[in-house]
């Protein structure tokens, strides 16, 4: 449909409406974003009154039309355009912003109609971008994705990425709706109203723009109509007034973030309460045929290494992949341009139609993996461990938003080597141990890898899986299992005097000090903690009991990693021993791998040292 079949009188009074319902919502609250709803609601009636297809009665319908709010805080003119769908009271909008509500200050997918958390700036267009991939690229279908941006997170690069990205892949599907109402919460944007700039720079990138008065319906028809028939992604940049319609704080500096001052008066001007319905063209309903319902993969056979060959697990982890995208048809793999070390080389050479490639654009790799997630897809997402700090944001808002996701990092700790400290992610455990739900495995072989790999697949929530760079000794047969949230005993008996506890790289360190110390007379058990989180508490709390002495060693600073996920599986046990955490405390420099977890006093020699310092500590 378009406006040119509705009513204008109609029109122009459900953008009052929106107005009224959106003045109403932040004044039952005392806060909200009102402001910021006004200016962009005349470019929301022309969307929801002829423009959006979408069965608000089906939100799974596959067919469904998207609409992200990418400026999140301007939740009172969503509310209200659920309200005039009929999808919400207008009731409620009396609970905007209370306790218990679903009806929060930034959307979420609390309410079955918003797709994922928005209103941490500059996030809904790249996500909006992964929607509209999965949509032409795998999923094959002809929905749309709307996604309302505000001109003052075109400031933040996660922006121009997606702009970048989306003109690459020609996502036609693809519209930004850009409300350029000229003020920030701080007061004006860089380049105010000037739309003409955001053009020429959104157009560089492949977009076809277009400039409207955001306030003028016919031109919003025109742009959107426009936007359909396009083949490229459209940019509509709308001029709006910030506070459109309310003459207190129309285009005002330091009205951003309040209710309005008398919310009574504001109603009033408005033209007064209304109850306008839309009858949202419905798409016809679509039975869904992605590949995920398909199945999980019981037909997957998994690489097997052979004990005592070494074999990096990075290796292990892309042939696990690559194995897995003949099982697991809905699994699509994303990369940061570093496919030819993270491995997911593998994938693409045997799937490359379910391969994604999206440059050293970390923050877009981040929000197309969510994006895929939204359409039912399975993403598994790699690059470097350092370099998850970049899409930090990203994944923390994916963990808001019950996303579940992939992750994987390579070339983590100083074990990497000579390419120094830029390279090695040392605070990736701790990041992702402290995100909403997350899952954390770190596998010390290639068979604990290839085993994991195809656990966190089927796994929910956020998951992420570091990886080592350099061979190492393939410890386990391939008939071991290794359920998420366990762990390994790998050496251990009735008279253990101390229990040495680490994942990854370290465990191979471990299981060599523990020999030494064998010669010495100290009988070291050995844990492979490569369940980071959910951690094996039942199984750290016996070891303690039985030596009463903890050493934990890992490739990582000592804040927030292994270490510390052991002593959060102690609090409040019965029996506390003694605990000595090795860690990387000193900013590393270029060496060799050896040279590297010696100097970082993690290696093997290290913890023989250790050892015998917390025995001497503890009699």
Request: charge should be negative; aromatic fraction near 6%.
């Amino acid at each position: 449909m378009s406006v040119a079949t509705v009513d204008h009188d109609m029109l122009s009074a459900l953008s009052r409406q929106l107005r009224v319902d959106a003045v109403r919502a932040a004044d039952y609250a005392g806060s909200g974003h009102p402001t910021s709803s006004l200016s962009a609601a005349d470019l929301m009636a022309v969307l929801l009154a002829g423009h959006l297809s979408y069965d608000f009665e089906a939100t799974q319908n596959p067919a469904n039309d998207h609409l992200l709010f990418s400026k999140g805080h301007a939740t009172p003119l969503l509310y209200a355009m659920y309200v005039a769908a009929g999808a919400v009271s207008s009731e409620e909008l009396r609970w905007y912003r209370s306790s218990g509500s679903r009806l929060q200050g930034h959307p979420t997918p609390a309410l079955p109609w918003v797709d994922v958390a928005t209103g941490s700036l500059g996030q809904g267009l790249g996500i909006g971008a992964g929607i509209a991939l999965a949509g032409l690229r795998f999923d094959r279908r002809d929905f749309r994705v709307w996604v309302l941006c505000g001109d003052g997170e075109l400031a933040e690069g996660s922006m121009w990425e997606a702009f970048e990205f989306a003109g690459h892949e020609r996502l036609r599907n693809l519209t930004a709706i850009v409300d350029v109402n000229r003020l920030g919460q701080r007061g004006p944007t860089r380049h105010g109203w000037d739309t003409a700039a955001y053009a020429r720079r959104i157009a560089a990138f492949g977009w076809h723009t277009v400039e409207i008065d955001g306030h003028d319906v016919d031109q919003i028809d025109a742009a959107y109509a426009e936007a359909a028939e396009s083949d490229r992604p459209t940019a509509v940049l709308a001029r709006t007034r910030k506070g459109k319609g309310v003459r207190a704080v129309e285009d005002a500096e330091g009205a951003h973030g309040k209710p309005v001052p008398d919310a009574e008066t504001a109603i009033a001007e408005l033209g007064g309460r209304s109850a306008i319905r839309v009858d949202v063209a419905a798409p016809e309903y679509e039975q869904p045929t992605r590949p995920a319902d398909a199945g999980t993969g019981s037909n997957l056979a998994i690489p097997v290494y052979e004990q005592g060959h070494d074999v990096s697990t990075r290796t292990a982890f892309g042939q696990a992949l690559a194995a897995m995208g003949h099982a697991r048809p809905d699994l699509v793999v994303l990369d940061g341009e570093v496919s030819d070390s993270t491995r997911t080389s593998y994938f693409e050479a045997e799937h490359p139609d379910r391969f994604v490639e999206c440059y050293i654009a970390e923050q877009q790799l981040a929000a197309t993996a969510v994006g895929l997630a939204v359409r039912g897809w399975t993403p598994f997402a790699a690059t470097f461990a350092a370099f998850w700090s970049r899409a930090y944001d990203f994944v923390r808002m994916a963990a808001v938003s019950g996303v579940g996701l992939c992750l994987v990092g390579s070339h983590a700790g100083v074990s990497i080597g000579a390419d120094g400290p830029s390279q090695m992610g040392l605070e990736d455990l701790a990041a992702f141990r402290a995100l909403w739900r997350s899952t954390v495995l770190y596998p010390c072989d290639a068979n604990s890898t290839a085993h994991l790999t195809a656990a966190m697949s089927e796994h929910p929530g956020l998951r992420y899986l570091r990886t080592t760079r350099g061979e190492v000794p393939v410890v386990y047969g391939p008939e071991e299992t290794f359920p998420i949230g366990g762990s390994k005993v790998l050496r251990s008996s009735a008279a253990d005097d101390v229990t040495i506890v680490a994942a990854g790289i370290t465990v191979h360190e471990a299981l060599r000090a523990a020999e030494l110390l064998d010669d010495e007379g100290v009988r070291a058990r050995v844990v492979d903690l490569y369940s980071v989180k959910p951690v094996d508490v039942a199984t750290l709390r016996q070891a303690a009991a039985d030596t009463g002495r903890l050493v934990t060693v890992e490739d990582h600073w000592p804040q927030g990693g292994l270490g510390d996920a052991v002593l959060d599986a102690l609090t409040g046990s019965t029996v506390m021993p003694a605990v000595l955490k090795l860690a990387v405390l000193a900013l590393p420099g270029s060496a060799t791998p050896a040279e590297q977890l010696c100097h970082a006093g993690i290696d093997a020699d290290s913890v023989v040292d250790a050892v015998r310092d917390l025995m001497s500590e503890s009699g």
